[in-house]
């Protein structure tokens, strides 16, 4: 008789976040990049590519602030083919970033790293538990770069009008830690300063507003699209309607708008839009315990579990989304998982959402949820309708977002929008994600996206349908 086979049990894939502390750095570096303008700016965005045994690529993004405060973020993104990895590079390099070689790269973020620490600002967490091992050690043996940090020798911390609460706590921090003059603080107008990004920003806009017009004002395509959109709008989101129709119905609302306000609304928005990244699987600390009691531990914990799950039913979705839902019920001790085990199961009534929001006052995707399900709570959230609305100061200065907080986002502002009857955001908004000014927006199912674009298009054209 035949001996059987000796099995031999099969070993659980590895975690992004293993992978990089444990095997990174055995891995030969492939790429770099920086965007062009990180030494005037002193924002450096720095990329880092790693070539896997398997040809595949894992490349970590630093994005590092050589003026004060260090390494304010990373983001990775493990075992992608080359196919996607050219698609990535060719973004960047078409958003002025350039080709640098690693030392250059590692000089960059551990200047920014150690000059920050010097004055007791720490790095990212997701730097110093994961991202820092990526990189080779800080050795002689890698060639060591002057980079300028701070302005003359001292921090240098710059408000605008994207980063006032940060700005803020530094200054308070270096004003106990090395008094007034230990420091150069300096606050942005943008009124005083139009450059060229902002031209070329507001041309882009422009040119989009002028696709969607008519042929003039007695244009008859135009008479013929309101005669069957206005009646199909009631229903539009139920039923659905074809990409022509659509677009036609996104003519019709943006012809009833003035167009230098709704220009201006995209010029607003599109600086957050172009920054932002979007991770598929990952879910950021914030997003699990917002901005008080966060665990740090727990958060690596957690992400190294959902991770092994997608790995695991990968091409599966149904076993995948029953295997997230199990994990999500046995940790309730989550303050986001709390909430969602609840809302998945139908049991929140109203006043639910608002004592969730209540007990987890700074979890912001608790607060985009409950908008979105609850009329109240959306009226609450007016904030996504303020004139002087920043999506990157609404999360805390993150421009990281899991795919699920963006959406969430967006179909609050519809909710608060509809609220105010604020037409001009919900175009703006979609003009922008249509045109592809969100770069990792294909992480997001064609599917939600169309359903996203259908609820932002038909609340809009209400809006300015004549009664």
Not at 253 to 276: P, Q
């Amino acid at each position: 008789m035949a001996k059987k086979k000796k099995q031999h049990p099969q070993s659980a894939p590895i975690s992004a976040e293993k992978f990089i502390r444990t095997k990174a750095r055995q891995l030969p570096v492939y790429e770099c990049f920086v965007n062009k303008n990180w030494k005037w700016s002193q924002i450096a965005n720095v990329v880092v590519s790693r070539k896997q045994l398997n040809d595949n690529l894992t490349y970590v993004m630093y994005l590092v602030d050589l003026a004060c405060l260090g390494v304010k973020n990373v983001g990775y993104y493990y075992n992608q083919d080359q196919i996607d990895f050219g698609d990535y590079k060719k973004k960047i390099l078409d958003n002025d970033f350039i080709s640098i070689d690693y030392s250059l790269a590692h000089n960059i973020i551990f200047a920014g790293y150690e000059f920050a620490n010097d004055y007791g600002f720490k790095a990212h967490k997701d730097f110093l538990n994961t991202a820092i091992y990526f990189l080779d050690e800080d050795t002689d043996d890698v060639p060591l770069i002057e980079i300028e940090c701070g302005r003359n020798g001292k921090p240098y911390v710059i408000e605008g009008p994207y980063n006032r609460s940060e700005s803020r706590k530094a200054v308070l921090h270096l004003s106990k830690t090395v008094g007034p003059d230990g420091f150069i603080f300096e606050v942005f107008n943008e009124d005083d300063s139009f450059s060229m990004d902002d031209d070329e920003n507001y041309e882009a806009c422009r040119n989009i507003v002028d696709s969607y017009s008519y042929n003039g004002q007695n244009d008859p395509q135009q008479d013929k699209d309101f005669e069957i959109i206005s009646t199909r709008a009631p229903r539009a989101q139920e039923l659905g309607l074809p990409d022509h129709l659509r677009d036609a119905a996104l003519r019709l609302t943006i012809s009833a708008l003035d167009t230098d306000m709704l220009i201006d609304e995209m010029n607003d928005l599109i600086g957050d839009i172009k920054v932002l990244r979007l991770m598929q699987v990952y879910l950021p600390e914030e997003m699990l315990f917002g901005t008080t009691g966060i665990n740090h531990i727990e958060t690596i914990e957690i992400n190294e579990a959902i991770d092994s799950m997608h790995n695991l039913n990968m091409g599966d979705g149904n076993k995948y989304a029953q295997a997230y839902i199990q994990y999500l019920n046995q940790h309730t001790d989550v303050p986001y998982f709390s909430f969602m085990s609840q809302l998945m199961d139908n049991k929140l009534r109203k006043n639910d959402y608002e004592r969730f929001c209540q007990v987890y006052p700074d979890c912001h995707i608790i607060k985009l949820i409950s908008a979105k399900e609850n009329e109240p709570m959306a009226r609450q959230l007016i904030v996504l309708d303020s004139a002087d609305f920043s999506i990157i100061e609404f999360f805390n200065g993150r421009t990281n977002l899991n795919t699920f907080e963006f959406v969430s986002l967006i179909e609050a502002m519809i909710a608060v929008c509809e609220c105010t009857n604020n037409a001009y955001r919900l175009v703006a908004i979609q003009l922008l994600l249509m045109h592809d000014f969100l770069s990792d927006i294909e992480l997001i199912s064609s599917e939600i996206l169309d359903k996203l674009y259908l609820q932002m298009g038909f609340t809009a054209f209400k809006m300015v349908l004549p009664a």
